[in-house]
């Protein structure tokens, strides 16, 4: 009977070791080795003979090492997941920047309307300039005239002012 007992207890100590069994249809149900789960880790990311499915693979890298820590998979698994959160980042990082350059074309675009209705006031002043230099030099080429007729106006009256006073004193 002591063998017996002992037997029940050690086959009850191995069934309490492994824990529950694992869920229906999860990776460590259908996987029960780590080369099995480090294959199927590797298959879904190469996307050959299965389709490429990254959340795939890390669930099987990680169940390699949580389940199967002394394995020699184990250093290959943590360099895929290492990977993976790499290019997990970098696809953020890469996300961030195109975030960042289209909210930069935005801005472009805002400041290229705001310079054209610039470019567009500042052509209209300059015409307005051009035709206010226009009408001042026009202004100016008649005040010229006028000036001229004005100093020979002035001419002829002194030459008679002087021809008067002459003929002042000739009759006086």
Same mark, same amino acid.
């Given at each position: 009977?002591? $063998? =017996?007992? #002992?037997?029940?207890?050690?086959?009850? &100590?191995?069934?309490?070791?492994? /824990?529950?069994?694992?869920?229906? &249809?999860?990776?460590?149900?259908?996987?029960?080795?780590?080369?099995?789960?480090? !294959?199927? /880790?590797?298959?879904?990311?190469? /996307?050959?003979?299965?389709?490429?499915?990254?959340?795939?693979?890390?669930?099987?890298?990680?169940?390699?090492? +949580?389940?199967?820590?002394?394995?020699?998979?184990? /250093?290959?698994? +943590?360099?895929?997941?290492?990977?993976? @959160?790499? *290019? !997990?980042? $970098?696809?953020?990082?890469? !996300?961030? =920047?195109?975030?960042?350059?289209?909210?930069?074309?935005?801005?472009?675009?805002?400041?290229? #309307?705001?310079?054209? %209705?610039?470019?567009? *006031?500042?052509?209209?002043? =300059?015409?307005?300039? %051009?035709?206010?230099?226009?009408?001042?030099?026009?202004?100016?080429? #008649?005040?010229?005239? +006028? @000036?001229?007729?004005?100093? @020979?106006?002035?001419?002829?009256?002194? %030459?008679?002012?002087?021809?008067?006073?002459?003929?002042?004193?000739?009759?006086?």
């Amino acid at each position: 009977m002591p $063998l =017996l007992l #002992t037997a029940v207890v050690i086959f009850l &100590g191995a069934c309490a070791a492994k /824990g529950p069994p694992p869920p229906p &249809g999860s990776l460590a149900a259908r996987f029960q080795s780590d080369t099995a789960l480090f !294959q199927e /880790g590797y298959e879904r990311l190469r /996307g050959v003979e299965r389709p490429k499915d990254e959340a795939i693979a890390r669930q099987a890298f990680i169940l390699l090492m +949580e389940q199967y820590p002394k394995s020699k998979w184990r /250093g290959y698994a +943590e360099l895929y997941l290492r990977l993976l @959160n790499e *290019e !997990q980042q $970098l696809q953020k990082e890469l !996300q961030d =920047l195109r975030n960042r350059v289209q909210a930069d074309q935005r801005d472009a675009a805002a400041r290229e #309307t705001e310079l054209e %209705r610039e470019r567009q *006031e500042l052509r209209s002043l =300059l015409e307005k300039g %051009r035709a206010d230099a226009a009408r001042l030099q026009q202004e100016n080429q #008649t005040l010229r005239h +006028e @000036n001229d007729r004005l100093r @020979n106006n002035i001419d002829s009256l002194k %030459r008679l002012e002087i021809e008067l006073e002459r003929r002042d004193k000739l009759y006086r």
